[in-house]
């Protein structure tokens, strides 16, 4: 039974990360740090959690925890997972985004380079169980030979823009992507906020693989409008093949091969809780044999955000990137000069 902990009680993820519990099998969630003494208390209370911490560093020390769920916002990222490597910790489950811009990722892959600790990122929707059932059908060969992906947002792409990458990249393996194309509009999720997720309002960008084919992504209040309630809802991606295709949103999915149709609903919240599950169990199986991989591990989550920093870099240039980019330093502030009037 491996032991876990979270640091971060907020009312973004955290409920969510406590709620898999109930599905999982291997872990127990034992302990939780937060700064704000009371938010703490209520959380533990609520999901009977008896090890409580207003230091995430004497947390580490005493519980010797063997996961820790890491909701905090991302400019405290590096500090933490250099606290865990000097306690033991064994392993770190990161909200996303990983960063934030070039400063931040450039730090976090030097630490990568190095460090033992097993990092994943948490992009639970790739084990969402619909979700990662067309993704094994895609890489079947169901549809027939990838040709083009479509994926959007409602948020930006702080919030939201590394799921869609990550959607991308899940129904692409085995793909580098070598160039983008982007556009990026809007300063206000560029101001300064407590969470720390700057980002242009909106991006438009055109991704191409090595293998030639092209993810086309859009992030923010221009993308397709698709979901219920709520700008976070509008999360979709679209896989087309030389025999049909792949469409998933977060409420409906929609698979055609050969002509032939099947279709169907699902409830966004009751396969998130499954999927977050999910994906703490595939960490377990990574502790206990390096060989199984955590799929969102933190090598991808660099690639990806590297795709952010190209993005950002394109639409400053206004010329196409070449990937893996080598990004200046500032570029939130570049963008800021620009976007925020």
Not at 3 to 30: D, F, M, S, T, W
Not at 83 to 97: H, M, R, T, W
Request: charged fraction near 20%; aromatic fraction near 8%.
């Amino acid at each position: 039974m491996y032991k876990c902990a979270i640091i971060g009680v907020g009312p973004n993820r955290a409920r969510g990360l406590a709620q898999a519990y109930q599905h999982i099998e291997r872990g127990q969630l034992l302990a939780a740090s937060a700064r704000t003494a009371d938010r703490l208390a209520d959380f533990a209370d609520e999901f009977g959690i008896a090890k409580r911490y207003t230091d995430y560093r004497e947390m580490f020390e005493r519980e010797r925890p063997d996961v820790v769920h890491v909701n905090t916002p991302p400019s405290v990222r590096l500090e933490i997972m250099q606290a865990a490597e000097a306690c033991g910790v064994a392993a770190l489950i990161v909200e996303k985004p990983l960063a934030i811009e070039a400063e931040d990722y450039r730090a976090i892959r030097s630490f990568a380079e190095t460090s033992r600790l097993k990092i994943a990122i948490n992009h639970q929707l790739h084990f969402q169980p619909r979700r990662f059932a067309l993704q094994q059908r895609v890489a079947a060969g169901e549809i027939g030979t990838i040709r083009s992906v479509d994926a959007s947002c409602g948020m930006n792409l702080a919030y939201q823009g590394t799921h869609a990458l990550q959607a991308i990249g899940a129904f692409l393996p085995e793909r580098t992507p070598v160039q983008v194309m982007a556009q990026v509009g809007g300063g206000k999720g560029l101001e300064n906020t407590p969470k720390k997720h700057f980002a242009p309002d909106n991006a438009l960008a055109v991704i191409s693989y090595d293998d030639g084919v092209q993810a086309h992504l859009q992030s923010g209040a221009t993308a397709p409008q698709i979901g219920r309630d709520g700008i976070h809802t509008h999360k979709r991606i679209a896989v087309n093949g030389t025999r049909g295709y792949v469409h998933w949103t977060m409420w409906s999915w929609e698979i055609g091969i050969d002509g032939h149709v099947e279709t169907g609903a699902h409830e966004y919240g009751d396969e998130d809780i499954l999927g977050q599950a999910q994906m703490t169990e595939a960490m377990f199986d990574w502790l206990a044999d390096d060989s199984i991989l955590h799929p969102l591990n933190l090598q991808s989550a660099l690639s990806d955000f590297n795709v952010v920093l190209g993005i950002y870099t394109s639409a400053l240039q206004r010329r196409p990137v070449d990937l893996p980019c080598d990004p200046v330093d500032g570029l939130i502030d570049r963008l800021r000069s620009e976007l925020v009037s």
